[in-house]
């Protein structure tokens, strides 16, 4: 049996607009692309951390604050990314932790500014930065950084990028497989063990899910503390508290099913 502190799948909602960029396959909800609505079904099927992408420019700020401050009143635990990832100050992520975030996600403005992420952190704590890398495989053990929600290809190494995110104070490092993102294969083993050995924070697999037994091999065999589940749980292919059932059937469990299953006091015989 393995054991974690909270659930570790962490679903992703894709916004534009206000409203999610697909229309969902959760047929229970009267608004297929309602996100708020989306972030109340995934939260009551067990989800603690969910990622929200909001692919919207900084340009519309009172619009992304208002989303975010809606969605943190119906579930805690946002991971907030904006316009793939940028961040232009310290101000950007001031106003988002303000509006309910529990952590933002920096990706391209960490790689055109490194020193943010260490203000961030020092700032605001290393559980409050998520450091997200988008990678495309470039040998049989490489894998290269892109940039610019993936279309900017760099020549710095991910492994080592990852290594200087949490040196920087990123409390989460997330290596999103370009190669695997969509297609349902399950997710590049080899990248998520590359970065859970390189790093001591937490590791968070993404890019490729397409089943349940696809996140049980991510936290069991490659070492990742979270696994992103994006199209798989958003199409209805699969639910999110099957998938999560499946990990407890395959012996992964967190504290939440730990206290469900555990007496409580006033069950316990007194001596």
């Given at each position: 049996?393995?054991?974690?502190?909270?659930?570790?799948?962490?679903?992703?909602?894709?916004?534009?607009?206000?409203?999610?960029?697909?229309?969902?396959?959760?047929?229970?909800?009267?608004?297929?692309?309602?996100?708020?609505?989306?972030?109340?079904?995934?939260?009551?099927?067990?989800?603690?951390?969910?990622?929200?992408?909001?692919?919207?420019?900084?340009?519309?700020?009172?619009?992304?604050?208002?989303?975010?401050?809606?969605?943190?009143?119906?579930?805690?635990?946002?991971?907030v990314s904006v316009e793939n990832g940028s961040l232009p100050s310290l101000r950007e992520a001031d106003l988002l932790l303000g509006a309910g975030a529990d952590a933002v996600?920096?990706?391209?403005?960490?790689?055109?500014?490194?020193?943010?992420?260490?203000?961030?952190?020092?700032?605001?704590?290393?559980?409050?930065?998520?450091?997200?890398?988008?990678?495309?495989?470039?040998?049989?053990?490489?894998?290269?950084?892109?940039?610019d929600g993936g279309s900017r290809r760099t020549p710095l190494d991910a492994v080592v990028w990852a290594r200087m995110l949490a040196d920087l104070g990123a409390g989460y490092?997330?290596?999103?497989?370009?190669?695997?993102?969509?297609?349902?294969?399950?997710?590049?083993?080899?990248?998520?063990?590359?970065?859970?050995?390189?790093?001591?924070?937490?590791?968070?697999?993404?890019?490729?899910?397409?089943?349940?037994?696809?996140?049980?091999?991510?936290?069991?065999?490659?070492?990742?503390?979270?696994?992103?589940?994006?199209?798989?749980?958003?199409?209805?292919?699969?639910?999110?508290?099957?998938?999560?059932?499946?990990?407890?059937?395959?012996?992964?469990?967190?504290?939440?099913?730990?206290?469900?299953?555990?007496?409580?006091?006033?069950?316990?015989?007194?001596?």
């Amino acid at each position: 049996m393995k054991s974690y502190a909270e659930c570790p799948v962490v679903p992703v909602v894709d916004v534009s607009k206000g409203q999610a960029v697909m229309a969902a396959g959760i047929g229970h909800l009267a608004d297929l692309r309602d996100t708020v609505a989306l972030v109340e079904h995934y939260r009551d099927s067990g989800a603690k951390r969910i990622f929200v992408d909001i692919l919207d420019s900084w340009q519309d700020t009172p619009a992304v604050l208002d989303l975010v401050a809606r969605l943190a009143r119906v579930s805690t635990g946002l991971w907030v990314s904006v316009e793939n990832g940028s961040l232009p100050s310290l101000r950007e992520a001031d106003l988002l932790l303000g509006a309910g975030a529990d952590a933002v996600s920096v990706s391209t403005s960490a790689f055109d500014r490194p020193s943010l992420i260490k203000s961030l952190a020092d700032r605001h704590g290393p559980e409050r930065v998520v450091g997200v890398l988008n990678v495309r495989r470039s040998g049989p053990e490489t894998w290269l950084v892109c940039v610019d929600g993936g279309s900017r290809r760099t020549p710095l190494d991910a492994v080592v990028w990852a290594r200087m995110l949490a040196d920087l104070g990123a409390g989460y490092i997330l290596p999103n497989s370009l190669d695997g993102e969509g297609g349902g294969t399950g997710y590049d083993m080899d990248l998520v063990r590359a970065m859970s050995c390189a790093v001591d924070v937490p590791v968070v697999a993404s890019g490729g899910c397409g089943s349940a037994e696809h996140i049980h091999d991510a936290l069991s065999l490659a070492g990742a503390k979270y696994a992103i589940v994006n199209k798989v749980v958003h199409s209805g292919r699969l639910s999110l508290s099957d998938a999560l059932g499946h990990l407890r059937e395959r012996g992964i469990v967190w504290e939440a099913d730990a206290a469900a299953s555990s007496p409580r006091s006033s069950d316990v015989a007194g001596p």
